[in-house]
């Protein structure tokens, strides 16, 4: 079984950056960290290398070692290692839960993206994101722009794979 972030929620922020983690997504990161010592919280990755983007990147921990086998697999010196193993290794902060279901948001994290007394947290997947509830909604959620390119009466569920190979020409 896979396991899944789902759905979005504005939490408050203190002035200490203590944030509450949506239930659901703490069941997920306690499921996905089971390797952990005994009497320890579940872990996050907080991943803040790539500036580009307006949030932070969350990875449970098996979710992140899923991410360390691809990298595993590029030899030594290749260019894409190099920069996958900053983003993956260097700019991360692994954080614990602590026994309230919180997160220490550092202020330099916090800073970075913009969040102030809120945070977003919004799924994606495999993945969560942690934003400012300020980030325009076109940049935070692409959904809205894709449904405005889609023909009327075009269902979304047509824009995923299809299990059927496709015929050979």
Known sequence: MTLRFRGNS?????GKGRVSIPADFRRVL????P???PGTNARVHVLYG????????????AALAEEDAKIERL???????????????????????????RLVL???????????????FASKGRTFRILS???PEVAANPLKTRLGELPE??????????DTPPAAS
């Open 10 to 14: 504005t939490h408050k922020v203190d």
């Open 30 to 33: 306690d499921a996905a960290d």
């Open 35 to 37: 390797d952990r010592e």
């Open 50 to 61: 790539d500036t580009r983007n307006p949030w932070l990147t969350c990875y449970s921990v």
């Open 75 to 101: 030899p030594d010196g290749h260019p894409d290692r190099e920069v996958l193993e900053d983003y993956f290794y260097t700019f991360v902060e692994t954080l614990s839960i602590d026994d309230s279901g």
């Open 106 to 120: 550092p202020r330099a994290l916090r800073d970075q993206v913009g969040i102030g007394d809120e945070a977003v």
């Open 133 to 135: 509830p300020q980030v």
């Open 153 to 162: 009466g075009f269902s979304i569920t047509r824009l995923l794979p299809s």
